[in-house]
């Protein structure tokens, strides 16, 4: 059976190597992060499961209940907790309805007081968080981020689907197809927008903190450049048009780029 492209307009194998992409840039952002945060901050990386059934709706979730091994297993001790009857696990089992989980995992990374309280989220978006419905529901996660009193960051490398700037209203937005936006509740109807020209290198951004805190600046393109070394992406079709396309100078300079590399 011919699998269904979740992302029309993005070629198959750029959404196989952005996965793996995005995997290690979230890696290298966190440990970029932990080594300047301040004694009583920690950075984790997180992850959701995404179920899709059918063609339907993808949702993407954090589950409220986890099961795990406890302390005492790990130290030896056998747990003895037990059901209370064995007739409770013959009962008849209401059917269920069958869903297919997708292969994408939707991951960020947290910036937590050591106590546990949330400081800033950032997000690296993906194909899923680009299309109507899935902007739609990353817009309103982090607006519920923000409005609980955490800073948010999203970083757009994806060039096809909706931005930030697609689908919120304000002025002055850069018209660049990637871009990182950082909003913080102490600043309110105000975003830190830095566009990400294809012919430049990526910005020094700043990850906000507290109110307050300097923050910490984010070298990008040195990560960026540490994915492309450690992923070994030579053998990509390079020569194949990009989707979408790329305006005139940018193609030329694209060509120039890949002709020196032969």
């Not at 970029?32 to 301040?38: G, Q, R, T, V, Y």
């Not at 990182?180 to 906000?208: A, F, K, Q, T």
Request: glycine share 8%; proline share 9%.
């Amino acid at each position: 059976m011919k699998r269904e492209n979740p992302f029309p307009g993005m070629n198959p194998w750029v959404q196989r190597v952005w996965h793996d992409v995005h995997t290690m840039l979230i890696a290298y952002i966190r440990d970029a992060i932990f080594d300047n945060l301040p004694p009583d901050l920690t950075a984790r990386t997180e992850e959701g499961v995404v179920l899709r059934e059918g063609r339907g709706k993808k949702e993407a979730f954090k589950g409220d209940v986890t099961v795990s091994e406890s302390e005492g297993w790990k130290q030896g001790e056998r747990p003895t907790w037990k059901p209370d009857s064995n007739v409770a696990l013959a009962e008849p089992v209401t059917k269920p309805v069958l869903v297919t989980i997708s292969e994408i995992t939707p991951r960020w990374i947290e910036i937590r007081k050591v106590g546990g309280d949330l400081v800033t989220v950032i997000e690296i978006a993906s194909p899923a968080n680009k299309t109507l419905g899935g902007r739609e529901a990353f817009d309103g996660k982090m607006g519920n981020l923000l409005h609980s009193g955490v800073s948010t960051m999203e970083i757009d490398f994806i060039r096809n689907g909706l931005r930030a700037s697609d689908t919120r209203v304000g002025d002055n937005w850069p018209i660049e197809r990637c871009q990182i936006v950082v909003d913080s509740p102490w600043n309110p109807g105000i975003s830190e927008v830095w566009p990400c020209p294809l012919r430049e290198p990526l910005p020094v951004v700043r990850v906000p903190l507290r109110e307050g805190e300097l923050g910490i600046a984010l070298h990008l393109q040195e990560l960026f450049d540490r994915c492309h070394l450690r992923g070994n992406y030579r053998d990509l079709p390079y020569s194949k048009d990009p989707s979408p396309p790329l305006s005139p100078e940018d193609l030329e300079w694209a060509r120039e780029l890949l002709a020196a590399a032969e």
